[in-house]
C-alpha cells in the first residue's frame, strides 16, 4: 500500500513550522547576546514571554498537522500563520526599538514566503498588516538602551549597521531555502499530475480495447457455435479414420477460441485476482509456462524454474499469464528456435527474465515499446502485446524492463512485489 501524500499546504504548513523554530532559536539568541554581551538592558519579561508563547502556538500547529495526517487546506490556515509570527515579532520590536530596530526587515520574510503559496488576495492582506504594524513601531515603541563604543564612528560596525547585515543574512537564508522547497513542491506535483494523466490515458485506452474486444467475442460466439455443431456432426458421420481425427483436431481449436474469447467477455478485461485460485508460486508459475509451451511447440524453451519462495501460496489471475504470454509471444516471434525464461526472488520481487536469440530492439523500440499501437515488429504487428503487458505488471505495482544483450538479442525483465500477487502467510 502506497503512503498518503501530504497536500501542498500541510507540505508548507510543516515548513512553516520548522521555519518557526529557526525564528525562535534566533529570537532567544538575540536576547541573550544583547544581555550577556552587550549588557542591555532590555525587558526580560515580555520577551521572554512572547517567545515561550510563540513557542506553545508553534507545538500546537505541529501536533495539529500530523496528527490530521498531513490533511491541511486553504489559504486562510497559511496565512493565520504568517500573522502569528507578524505579531509576535511586532511585539519584539515594540520592546526593543521598534522601528529603529534592524531586525525590523524581518517583516519581508512571511511576505515573501506568503507571495509564493497563497492567492494575491491573502499576500495583500499580510502586506496591510505589516505596513500598519511598521506604521504603529514608528511612533510607539521602547528605545534601546545605549550601549557605550557600538556607536563610534571609528568603530569596523555600530550596533545598528551589525544588526542590518545578521538582518540581511538571516532573512536571504531563510527566503532562499523556503524557496527552493517550495519550487521543489510545484517540480514534484506537476510529475504527479503527469503521472495521473498518463495513467489516466492508459486506462481511456485500455477500456476501448476492452470494449472492442468484448464487442468482438459477442459477435464471434454465433459463428464459432454455428462451427462447433457441424464440426460435431461431420464427426458422427464420417467414416474416414483420417477425417475423423481432423475434425476432432477442428473441435479442440474452436472449444480453444471459445475459452479465448470467454476471457475476453470477462469485464471488458479487467479480471480480477479473485478469478484465480490459490496455489504455490512455484506451481502457478511453471503451469503459466507449460501452457504457453503447449500452444508453441515448435519453439525450443530453455526454462529455469523458481527456487527461492517457490511454495509461497499465491493467487494469480489471467491478467498476469496472458501478459507473461504476450511476452514470450514477442521473444517467440523474434526467435522461432530457441527462447530462455528464468525466474528468481531479489530483495522480495519476482523477477522473470525472458530472453531471445533475435536481432534485439532498435533504439526507437526501446524508447517507445509499451505504447499503444507501436510495434516491435514493423508491419506484422500492432504493438498491442507488450502495452497491454507493460499496463497490466504496473497496474500490479511492478515494472517490465526492455534491454539488448550483449552476446545478442533481447531481454524482457518483470519485476514484481510479491505481497501484488496475494502472498498470503
Known amino acids: 500500500m502506497l503512503a498518503p501524500i501530504d ?3 500541510s507540505t508548507n504548513l510543516k515548513r512553516i513550522f520548522w521555519l518557526r523554530w529557526i525564528a525562535i532559536a534566533g529570537q532567544l539568541s538575540a536576547i541573550v547576546v544583547c544581555v550577556a554581551a552587550l549588557s542591555m538592558a532590555l525587558p526580560l519579561l515580555p520577551l521572554l514571554a512572547t517567545v515561550s508563547l510563540l513557542a506553545v502556538v508553534n507545538l500546537f500547529t505541529g501536533w495539529h498537522v500530523w496528527k490530521t495526517s498531513g490533511v491541511v487546506e486553504g489559504d486562510a490556515v497559511l496565512v493565520s500563520q504568517l500573522l502569528i ?10 520592546f526593543t526599538g521598534g522601528s ?10 512571511p511576505i515573501a514566503i506568503a507571495s509564493a503559496v497563497v492567492r ?10 505589516t505596513s500598519l504594524c511598521y506604521s504603529f513601531l514608528l511612533v510607539w ?5 545605549h550601549v557605550h563604543g557600538l556607536h563610534d564612528h571609528n568603530s569596523p560596525f555600530s550596533l545598528h549597521i551589525l544588526g542590518m547585515w545578521l538582518t540581511f543574512i538571516l532573512a536571504a537564508a531563510l527566503i532562499a531555502w523556503f524557496v527552493v522547497r517550495m519550487a521543489a513542491t510545484l517540480r514534484e506535483r506537476d510529475r504527479q499530475l503527469a503521472r495521473a494523466r498518463e495513467e489516466q490515458l492508459r486506462n481511456e485506452q485500455i477500456i476501448g480495447l476492452g470494449t472492442l474486444a468484448a464487442g468482438a467475442a459477442h459477435e464471434l460466439g454465433t459463428p464459432l457455435a454455428t462451427m462447433a455443431v457441424l464440426a460435431k456432426e461431420l464427426e458422427l458421420t464420417t467414416q474416414d479414420a483420417s477425417l475423423k481425427q481432423d475434425v476432432q483436431t477442428l473441435r479442440q481449436q474452436i472449444d480453444r477460441c471459445k475459452q479465448i474469447l470467454s476471457r475476453l467477455s470477462e469485464v471488458a478485461g479487467h479480471v480480477r485476482a479473485e478469478g484465480g485460485y490459490e496455489q504455490s508460486l512455484g506451481d502457478a508459475l511453471a503451469g503459466m509456462v507449460d501452457r504457453w509451451q503447449m500452444q508453441h511447440p515448435s519453439t525450443s524453451l530453455q526454462y529455469s524454474p523458481l527456487q527461492e519462495n517457490g511454495d509461497t501460496r499465491v493467487v494469480l489471475d489471467h491478467t498476469f499469464e496472458q501478459a507473461l504470454h ?3 509471444n514477442n521473444a517467440a516471434d523474434a526467435s522461432p528456435q530457441r527462447i530462455d525464461v528464468s525466474m528468481a526472488v531479489e530483495h522480495g520481487d519476482l523477477v522473470i527474465a525472458i530472453r531471445d536469440e533475435g536481432s534485439g530492439f532498435q533504439q526507437q523500440a526501446l524508447s517507445h515499446a509499451g505504447q499503444l499501437f507501436y510495434s516491435t515488429k514493423g508491419d506484422a504487428g500492432f504493438g498491442m502485446g507488450i502495452f497491454l503487458a507493460n499496463a497490466t505488471i504496473e497496474r500490479m505495482g511492478g515494472r517490465v524492463q526492455l534491454a539488448n544483450r550483449s552476446e545478442g538479442g533481447a531481454c524482457v525483465t518483470i519485476r514484481l512485489p510479491l505481497s501484488a500477487i496475494g502472498v498470503s502467510a
Do not use: C, E
Open 85 to 94: 509570527d507578524v505579531l509576535a515579532l511586532s511585539v519584539l520590536l515594540y
Open 7 to 9: 497536500s501542498p499546504y
Open 120 to 129: 494575491p488576495a491573502y499576500v495583500w492582506f499580510l502586506v496591510g498588516v
Open 326 to 328: 504476450n511476452l514470450m
Open 100 to 109: 529603529t530596530n534592524p531586525f525590523v526587515s524581518l517583516y519581508l520574510l
Open 141 to 145: 515603541y521602547v528605545p534601546l538602551p
